[in-house]
């Protein structure tokens, strides 16, 4: 399929999508201790034994590579060399940190240290891939950080074009827009699309809003590639409680559809009628539910105690309910699922039982609504993995990016 370095890996969830659609790891890098030790627990291998000297290039290039295990690079991304990989990648993918831009963070942006976009760049100098993918938080689309975000795009479309030690990134942003529209080497030009997408929207149990953006480098001639077409839908949800068929499929009395009992945040709207479909809608499947997620798993036995059998799965006490802060709806899509470092006001990781009784959901059911395998091990108390899956790209939406990235590059030769 091809060759890959992932920066950012995290818990591991656009890693394990860009494995499970076929591409080989040549390298993967995270900072964070807990999450590294889950990437290790997952397949993970040292590319070189702790506190390596980071200046010494060759001890960080793999001499051989191996599908079964990923090669683990614990370390800050500023510290390492990348040359050793040109032209040898395929595609350089990576969520970049999001606190400088999440809605929940301190919105420092482009002042805040942890902007790694830079580095991303850096990357895509030293290798030369012939495609990029990264994933961010919307809160990069806000008119504050517009400008910036644009300035980003830029960047990637003209990676090779530095910005200079006396530079501002205004100044910077000004000559690669003088540039761009200049003829240059297409190898060192990308082809960059943006969007903004629903995970719900491709086939994960989880209303969750990122920015994808993915560039192909100009000489491969794939300028007119787009978006994958979303194959799950809202209002095919709807339908589907309202004929009967969602409830028969979970054995369930019929009810009235969860998605028309009040306006959703996303759409401002309550639910359309069949009448109202749009025809190119019914074609789509219906956007997966919490229930859908959590299909087979029993109820936790208890407070702290492992369900025998099952991997991250026990009782956690003290879920509460009150104003803002509300149970996820077993028959609709979790609700966002967030690192929860400081928290999660929301009720994200509370759910309502069919008793109408509430409870936190527990780490493993919230791996599922990340679309995570069950066999997925997480490093760390609650609050880590919890952590880990909240900052994760969830591994069906990283499927759905990375098999049209993959299926692009396949028309073209190296």
């Not at 091809?2 to 818990?11: A, C, N, Q, V, W």
């Not at 990781?349 to 609504?369: C, F, K, P, Q």
């Amino acid at each position: 399929m091809g060759t890959s370095i992932e920066l950012f890996s995290g818990g591991g969830g656009l890693a394990r999508a860009m494995h499970e659609v076929g591409f080989e790891h040549l390298m993967i890098n995270e900072v964070d201790r807990r999450a590294a030790e889950t990437l290790r627990l997952n397949g993970a291998l040292d590319l070189h034994p702790p506190k390596t000297d980071v200046n010494d290039a060759a001890k960080w290039a793999p001499t051989t590579s191996s599908s079964a295990s990923w090669p683990l690079i614990e370390a800050d991304v500023r510290e390492i060399d990348f040359r050793p990989y040109r032209e040898r990648v395929d595609v350089v993918a990576g969520g970049v940190p999001c606190q400088p831009w999440s809605l929940g963070g301190a919105h420092k942006g482009y002042d805040d240290p942890r902007n790694l976009w830079p580095e991303l760049f850096r990357c895509i100098r030293e290798t030369r891939p012939r495609a990029v993918i990264a994933e961010n938080v919307k809160g990069l689309l806000r008119p504050s950080f517009k400008p910036y975000y644009d300035y980003i795009l830029n960047e990637l479309r003209a990676p090779f074009e530095e910005r200079g030690n006396c530079e501002n990134w205004r100044e910077h942003d000004l000559r690669l827009r003088s540039v761009l529209g200049k003829s240059d080497d297409l190898r060192e030009r990308y082809d960059v699309k943006y969007l903004l997408v629903n995970a719900a929207d491709y086939g994960v149990p989880q209303v969750r809003w990122r920015v994808f953006v993915v560039a192909f480098r100009a000489d491969l001639g794939l300028g007119d590639w787009e978006f994958p077409t979303p194959t799950h839908s809202r209002e095919a949800l709807v339908q589907a409680q309202r004929d009967g068929s969602y409830w028969e499929e979970h054995g369930l009395p019929g009810r009235e559809p969860a998605l028309v009992r009040e306006p959703t945040a996303e759409r401002g709207q309550l639910a359309l009628s069949s009448s109202q479909l749009d025809p190119d809608l019914r074609k789509q499947q219906r956007w997966l539910t919490l229930r859908d997620a959590t299909r087979g798993l029993p109820e936790p036995i208890g407070v702290r105690r492992e369900t025998p059998g099952w991997l991250h799965h026990y009782g956690w006490p003290g879920a509460r309910e009150y104003a803002g802060h509300t149970p996820n709806d077993l028959d609709r899509p979790a609700k966002t699922v967030k690192a929860g470092v400081h928290g999660v006001p929301g009720g994200e990781t509370v759910l309502r039982r069919d008793d109408g009784s509430i409870r936190y959901m527990t780490v493993r059911e919230v791996a599922r609504a990340m679309s995570f395998p069950d066999t997925w091990r997480l490093s760390g108390p609650r609050g880590e993995q919890m952590r880990q899956l909240g900052n994760a790209v969830p591994v069906q939406l990283g499927k759905v990016m990375a098999s049209a990235v993959a299926d692009a590059l396949a028309t073209r030769t190296a």
